[in-house]
């Protein structure tokens, strides 16, 4: 899962490293609108549906965050 969520964050902003970063948003790598594409992108390629609840910048911080996440909807 990990191999795939870091191939859609480059998608996203490929000039960015993330797998050095602890939170994508206070390192600035990611944006408001960059976490709605992730979002976006992430639900299309899992053929699954994030609640807007869940779309908090906690939950996309890094990629830990991101497969905590991405297993409450894959499981």
Known sequence: ?????VKILESI?????????????EDGLLDSFDLLVLVSELD??????????????????NIEAINTLLSKYTS
């Open 1 to 5: 899962m990990t191999e795939v969520v």
């Open 13 to 25: 902003r490929p000039d960015s490293n993330y797998l050095e970063s602890n939170n994508f948003v």
């Open 44 to 61: 299309e390629h899992f053929s699954i549906s994030i609640q807007g609840t869940d779309i908090i910048p906690e939950n996309f911080m």
